[in-house]
């Protein structure tokens, strides 16, 4: 997930100065804070634990930013949705679900059904501003 999020938290940062549509700035503010507030919460958790999370982007998610980085306006808005429209595969939810059902504390359990959360329902949010 924190790898995800990262990539989610890189191209929303492009968002102020590559977007002209006031709906998608305001769809990645709210992107933005609802990362930020579950990153939060996986630090808290995996803090006592001494566990790192990755702190850098995969090699095609940089190439998936540096794309996205050279366009600005329509185009950049509509390649912007349509990258967080797909941000999540069904196998990625397949992982989420599992460590929801399986996960070894309630903590775990409910953020891993929080990220499934945050993950639909930005996907959604994404669908629909492309088609407007």
């Known amino acids: 997930m924190n790898e995800r999020a990262l990539f989610i938290q890189t191209l929303v940062a492009l968002v ?3 977007s002209e549509r006031d709906l ?5 503010s709210q992107l933005s804070d609802s990362y930020k507030k579950h990153q939060d ?6 803090q006592p634990l001494h566990v790192t999370l990755p702190s850098s982007l995969s090699m095609e998610d940089q190439n998936s930013a540096k794309r996205l ?6 185009a950049f808005d509509h390649a912007f949705l349509q990258v967080i ?8 939810y397949r ?6 059902k399986k996960g070894s504390t309630a903590d775990v359990k409910n953020l891993a059904g929080s990220a499934l ?16």
């Open 41 to 46: 919460a996986i630090t808290k958790l995996i």
């Open 24 to 28: 998608v700035k305001q769809f990645s």
């Open 16 to 18: 102020p100065s590559h």
């Open 85 to 92: 429209s797909r941000s999540f595969v069904a196998n990625d």
């Open 69 to 74: 980085s050279h366009l600005y306006g329509r």
């Open 95 to 100: 992982k989420i679900e599992s460590l929801q």
């Open 117 to 132: 959360q945050i993950g639909q329902e930005m996907q959604k949010k994404a669908r629909d501003l492309v088609r407007y």
